[in-house]
């Protein structure tokens, strides 16, 4: 009953902006070039959620200023894909984008169709109606089975669906998903930083591996498995000196151009070659 409480409390405190920031604060020390994109990201985030979030993503790029080995068109790269990374692909955010769209006048608005697995759609629920509902998919062995939601201007009940979905943002940061997507970035974060330290001739693959992840539904399920398998298999054990890749930043881009497959066979047998080619410690 407790946990009930909180949510109700967190998400009655996020409705009323308590949890918000007056204005967002850019980074001291921000570079110019740097400085435009993240106002577009921040444009971007406090629409995708709330100026808190957007002051996130500032803090979040902050540990960059000054760093050596980040010039401004790594600086600049980073912060456009984080800010994509922190604007997921959900179908809260697809409904946002619906009803962004300018409806042109005597043009039958178009209806979009997409397909969501149903474990996407209970992981964008609060933690504590999602996880239960979880445990019965997999328990039921429906967990990845697909369903198709409409996305509609075309009519009045449409609209006002799209409005509640859109207002469902308002939970999304007390989500599973939520959490989920926090770890990955902060995980593709440190690897970066881990990158400028030991291996500087792989930093802009390993930035750039955060466009492997993409979209909803399997083809986004399948990108963020290949890349834990890349990061567990090549660029963690390269850090930690347990195998010594000559080419790391092209073993990356070789592994990042394998064809996914749902159990990632491919990939797991192309990193067992790069690594087999590789000194180990």
Known sequence: MSGL????????????????VSAVSYPIGLPASVREVAEH?????????????????????RRFIGKR????????????LLMVRMSYLDPIRIAQLKLHEPMTPGRKPVVDKRRFRLDELVSSLPDIVGKPAMRVLERIYCAHRTVAIRFSKSSFVGIKRLEFEAWLRHWRRLSTRYEMERVWVERWLHMIDR?????????????????MIEGYGSGYRHGMAAWHQIIDGLVKPSFDGTIDVADLSGAIERARAIPRDPKGEQLRKAIGEIRGHALVH
């Open 5 to 20: 409480t909180n949510v109700i409390r967190t998400t009655i405190r996020e409705i009323a902006g308590i949890n918000d």
């Open 41 to 61: 990201g921040v444009a971007v985030l406090i629409d995708y959620q709330s100026p808190a979030y957007a002051q996130l993503y500032c803090d979040r790029l």
């Open 69 to 80: 080995g980040v010039d401004d068109a790594l600086f600049v790269e980073i912060a456009g």
């Open 195 to 211: 990158a400028l330290t030991m291996r500087p001739d792989a930093v802009v693959s390993v930035v750039r591996s955060a466009t």
